[in-house]
């Protein structure tokens, strides 16, 4: 499994951006999709994850409310959605992919197999 991340570059703070992770399996309905960010200096944290097919999600406290992760089924793209961005979310993001996770393991970075190169998201204040 491939992932493939874009989208990131420089912004103001308050601004938005959408990042995108375009994976190389055709049945990446089965795979649980997920963004975690890492940021200069600080442990790698969980941004948000989707479920298989897309019916759930989960978003981190710090991001709830601005940032929306969704999948594109035809596209076999996840993309993660951020507005009102802040200088704290200056991050590399990357996506993440997996078959086998269950909910309690989403926000554990360590379980997941598959991982995409990161992007680079800078907000000035």
């Known amino acids: 499994v491939q992932l493939q991340a874009s989208g990131g570059g420089l912004v103001q703070a308050g601004s938005s951006l959408r990042l995108s992770c375009a994976t190389s399996v055709r049945t990446y309905n089965n795979y649980v999709m997920a963004w975690f960010r890492q940021a200069p200096g600080k442990e790698r944290e969980f941004v948000a994850a989707l479920s298989r097919y897309g019916g759930s999600a989960d978003h981190d406290e710090s991001v709830k409310g601005r940032f929306t992760i969704s999948r594109d089924n035809p596209k076999n793209t996840v993309y993660l959605q951020m507005s009102n961005l802040k200088p704290e979310d200056t991050a590399v993001y990357f996506c993440?992919?997996?078959?086998?996770?269950?909910?309690?393991?989403?926000?554990?970075?360590?379980?997941?197999?598959?991982w995409g190169q990161g992007t680079l998201v800078t907000v000035s204040s």
């Open positions: 993440a992919a997996d078959r086998s996770l269950i909910l309690s393991e989403y926000r554990t970075g360590n379980s997941y197999d598959y």
